[in-house]
């Protein structure tokens, strides 16, 4: 059998491979692993905009409180705080209803332990234990009078979260004009209401969620619109959250795309300015840019290299004690503020750094000289065994042999959806072009669904 979670907690087709029986039996689990054998261990509930997340947030509860863990509603809320919130209200877990930046007919169940950090393998590993049991025999007697869990709503931890992201700058950020796409997601009244209470002018786009049109052709893995609204309406720089608000991707006064490549190395420069850049280092991921840790060694600082995966960016950052890391895809974690990557904390530093400096983005962002990077996603029947395929492997070694010490070939299957990543950074991008499509034509006729 599959491991049920993946590199971001459990996620499907709500009500398909996602039902309610398995959220109602997940919940059970984490009470009886995450509640340290507590009679009532607590936990925090958060979601995003998707019209499922409150069918799969009543029957996560329900299998929490079956187990006698008592559950505090949040309602909409980003990720990152659920994190801080757990954290700091001293609860035993958190819980968010996300599937992040995916279409909205998907949805996922990401767990918190009592500090914000996400689970490690081990108690992933184990809920799902206890879970399997649970589902066939029951693991032991269900509670029953006052030892029945609790659902009670928490229904001002937005503003608590909200007063967090304000009072990480001391930076006014009046004179500067923002446009945001809060990608329907939950960052769509935060947003907005958090740069606004620092003094900007804000343009909201993509702030009207209906359970549906969350990520949908917006957000930080859609930029199009954001682009055109900043040219439209003279804008200093646009700020893009993905569904859930862990990522934050820019756009300056220009139209140009900034990464989280980018977005990290202005931050650990203003970082090593102020002395806070620990061991001058940032965590990075195989996906960084070839520019990125150019940029770094100018700057008289390293970057240290993880799987792509936040958590994994996050393992490394705790275990050597790092305090920046992040994604190209703009999941970014400033270990000194908060647990996890924050899409509305980075904005504010990335703001807050713009208006310091009095420079415009796009001279900003110079401070990186992309490589160019070409990537394509290839649909796969299974993500297991291409690694051992000879013409697959053959392929790679033959663009490998072409692009020779001027660029590389990275090929990794996705965490969580049914697709091989190909990916070629070099300074040609025709021949990049070239490269990707000979490699993903014979992953596609080696790994397709038809196979």
């Known amino acids: 059998m599959a491991r049920l979670f993946g590199t971001d907690g459990v996620r499907g087709i709500a009500n398909d491979t996602l039902t309610p029986e398995l959220a ?29 997340g409150t069918m799969l947030e009543s029957i996560l509860a329900a299998g929490i409180t079956s187990a006698g863990g008592n559950c505090y509603l949040v309602g909409v809320i980003p990720t990152p705080a659920i994190a801080y919130l757990t954290r700091v209200h001293h609860l035993d877990a958190g819980v968010m209803i996300s599937a992040s930046h995916n279409p909205f007919e998907y949805n996922g169940i990401k767990f918190f332990d009592q500090y914000g950090y996400k689970l490690p393998d081990e108690t992933e590993d184990r809920i799902e234990e206890y879970m399997l049991k649970d589902e066939r025999s029951g693991i ?125 190395l202005l931050c650990a420069l203003k970082l090593k300015e102020e002395g806070r850049l620990k061991q001058d280092t940032v965590v990075g991921t195989v996906m960084s840019n070839i520019g990125f840790h150019k940029a770094l060694k100018e ?21 050597d004690g790092y305090c920046l890391g992040g994604e190209q895809s703009g999941h970014i974690i400033f270990l000194d503020y908060n647990t996890t990557g924050d899409g509305l904390l980075t904005a504010v530093q990335l703001l807050s750094i713009m208006k310091t400096r009095q420079k415009p983005l796009s001279e900003l962002a110079g401070i990186m000289t992309k490589y160019p ?79």
């Open 24 to 52: 109602y039996h997940l919940g059970r689990a984490a009470a009886y692993v995450l509640g340290q054998e507590k009679e009532h261990p607590t936990f925090l509930i958060g979601r995003d905009t998707r019209i499922s």
């Open 299 to 319: 700057m008289g600082c390293q970057s240290v290299i993880t799987a792509v995966g936040d958590r994994y960016v996050l393992e490394r950052m705790r275990k």
């Open 140 to 264: 032991q007697s269900r509670p029953t009078g006052a030892a029945i869990g609790t659902i009670s709503n928490w229904t001002n931890l937005q503003d608590e979260y909200e007063d967090f992201i304000v009072q990480s700058t001391d930076v006014d950020l009046t004179g500067l004009k923002i446009v945001h796409d809060g990608a329907n997601g939950s960052a769509s009244q935060l947003g907005p209401d958090i740069f606004r209470r620092l003094g900007a002018e804000v343009i909201a786009i993509h702030h009207e969620p209906n359970g549906i049109n969350i990520n949908d052709h917006c957000g930080s893995t859609h930029l199009e619109s954001l682009k055109e609204a900043v040219l439209q309406n003279g804008a200093d720089i646009g700020i893009a959250n993905d569904g859930d608000a862990d990522r934050c991707l820019a756009v300056d006064e220009k139209g140009q795309e900034m990464d989280g490549d980018q977005i990290m």
């Open 373 to 451: 990077q070409i990537l394509k996603n290839v649909t796969v029947q299974t993500k297991s065994g291409w690694e051992n395929n000879n013409l697959i492997m053959a392929a790679i070694a033959a663009g490998e042999e072409e692009l020779g010490d001027e660029g590389r070939i990275l090929v990794r299957p996705s965490g969580t959806e049914p697709l091989i990543r190909v990916m070629a950074e070099g300074p040609d991008l025709d021949q990049l072009q070239r490269i990707v499509d000979d490699i993903a034509l014979v992953v596609e006729h080696e790994m397709g669904p038809s196979k």
